[in-house]
Nanobody, 120 residues
Framework: QVQLVESGGGLVQPGGSLRLSCAASGFTFGAYDMSWYRQAPGKERELVARMSPLGGRLNYADSAKGRFTISRDNDKNTVYLQMNSLKPEDTAVYYC?????????????WGQGTQVTVSS
């Protein structure tokens, strides 16, 4: 059974930091791109950061560059998102995503999400 379980969300003041974790099981973690997405109320889900299986390819949303860092530990089947200098506009539900590209179709999984609220 595939599981992606996010943790580490919460309430933080502007300028603060949070570290999100996503523990994966039930699939070959090291073969998947791992990403963090977020969805704010009334907005579409958007990509925050993505990392290729061995970490050689990174993508960040412009809003995340210089403040957020994605990392992964393939031995622990876990992906992280370190978020610094948080702003109120970072408030959203953050989702972990696993994606494997196939010849004819892709395989992807989602976590249940963790709420991040940035407010004073």
């Amino acid at each position: 059974q595939v599981q992606l379980v996010e943790s580490g969300g919460g309430l933080v003041q502007p300028g603060g930091s949070l570290r999100l974790s996503c523990a994966a099981s039930g699939f070959t973690f090291g073969a998947y791109d791992m990403s963090w997405y977020r969805q704010a109320p009334g907005k579409e889900r958007e990509l925050v950061a993505r990392m290729s299986p061995l970490g050689g390819r990174l993508n960040y949303a412009d809003s995340a560059k210089g403040r957020f860092t994605i990392s992964r530990d393939n031995d622990k089947n876990t992906v992280y998102l370190q978020m610094n200098s948080l702003k109120p506009e970072d408030t959203a539900v953050y989702y972990c995503n696993a994606l494997r590209y196939g010849l004819r179709s892709n395989t992807g999984y989602w976590g249940q999400g963790t709420q991040v609220t940035v407010s004073s």
